[in-house]
C-alpha cells in the first residue's frame, strides 16, 4: 500500500529537548515536504527536499532543521524546541517532474511545554 | 507571490442541501490548482485537481469543482450533502509541477441533520 509515515502520531516534550520526527515513504517520490498546520492559518511549509541530498526552505524555517540520506526518509529536527513549535506537523511527498498531487501522513502532534 | 483564500472558515449546510465552498488563487499563470480534505485526527486526502485537462473536475465523493479562470476561482460544489462530509476542506495552489504547494486557510463544513 502507497503511503507516508511518520512518527510519532502524539508527542509531549519539554522546551530545549531535542526532537525527531520520522517520515518515511515507499511510493520513490523525489519529492518531500514538512508543513505545520496552524488554526487560521492553513498549511505553512517548513522545509522541503527535490532529491536525496537536497533540501531547502519553505515559509517558516525557524527552528527546524531536515536531512534527506535516502529518498525514502525526510525526518524533520527540532534541536531546542520551543513553546511556538507547538503545532500539528505533515509530512509530505510527490513526484517532483509531474503534477501529482501531494501524499500526506497522518500527521504528528507537538507539544512543548 | 501565489496566495489563495477560502471565503469563509465555518461552513454549515444540511443535510441533503448544496455543498459550496469558495476558493480563489492569485497567480500570474494557470496553476495546478487542488482541494483536500482532512477528516479528523487524520491527513489531507485529495478530493480533486486541475491540471488544465478540463474547466470542470469530478472527484471523489460526488465533490466537482469548476475552474474559472475570469474569475480566479475553484469553487468545489456537491449536489446534496451527507453527515460523512463534514471535515476541514483545503484548497491548494502549485505553480508548477516544481513549485511548493501552497494552502488556503481552510473551511470547517458542518453537516446538520
Known amino acids: 500500500e502507497a503511503q507516508v509515515t511518520q512518527n510519532p502520531r502524539y508527542l509531549i516534550t519539554v522546551t530545549g529537548k531535542k526532537l525527531t520526527v520520522t517520515c518515511s515513504q515507499n511510493?520513490?517520490?523525489?519529492?518531500m515536504s514538512w508543513y505545520r498546520q496552524d488554526p487560521g492559518l492553513g498549511l505553512r511549509q517548513i522545509y522541503y527536499?527535490?532529491?536525496?541530498?537536497?533540501?531547502d526552505k519553505g515559509d517558516v524555517p525557524e527552528g527546524y532543521k531536515v536531512s534527506r540520506k535516502e529518498k525514502r526518509n525526510f525526518p524533520l529536527i527540532l534541536e531546542s524546541p520551543s513553546p511556538n513549535q507547538t503545532s500539528l506537523y505533515f509530512c509530505?511527498?510527490?513526484?517532483?517532474?509531474?503534477?501529482?498531487?501531494?501524499?500526506f501522513g497522518q500527521g504528528t502532534r507537538l507539544t512543548v511545554v | 507571490a501565489q496566495s489563495v483564500t477560502q471565503l469563509g472558515s465555518h461552513v454549515s449546510v444540511s443535510e441533503g442541501a448544496l455543498v459550496l465552498l469558495r476558493c480563489n488563487y492569485s497567480?500570474?499563470?494557470?496553476?495546478?490548482l487542488f482541494w483536500y480534505v482532512q477528516y479528523p485526527n487524520q491527513g489531507l486526502q485529495l478530493l480533486l485537481k486541475?491540471?488544465?485537462?478540463?474547466?470542470l473536475v469530478k472527484g471523489i465523493n460526488g465533490f466537482e469543482a469548476e475552474f474559472k479562470k475570469s474569475e480566479t476561482s475553484f469553487h468545489l460544489t456537491k449536489p446534496s450533502a451527507h453527515m460523512s462530509d463534514a471535515a476541514e476542506y483545503f484548497c491548494?495552489?502549485?505553480?508548477?509541477?516544481?513549485?511548493?504547494?501552497?494552502f488556503g486557510p481552510g473551511t470547517s463544513l458542518s453537516v446538520i441533520p
Open positions: 509530505a511527498s510527490s513526484f517532483g517532474r509531474t503534477n501529482t498531487e501531494a501524499f
Open positions: 511510493m520513490n517520490h523525489e519529492y
Open positions: 527536499s527535490m532529491n536525496v541530498e537536497v533540501t
Open positions: 497567480s500570474s499563470v494557470p496553476p495546478y
Open positions: 486541475y491540471t488544465s485537462a478540463a474547466t
Open positions: 491548494a495552489v502549485r505553480k508548477t509541477s516544481y513549485d511548493k504547494v501552497i
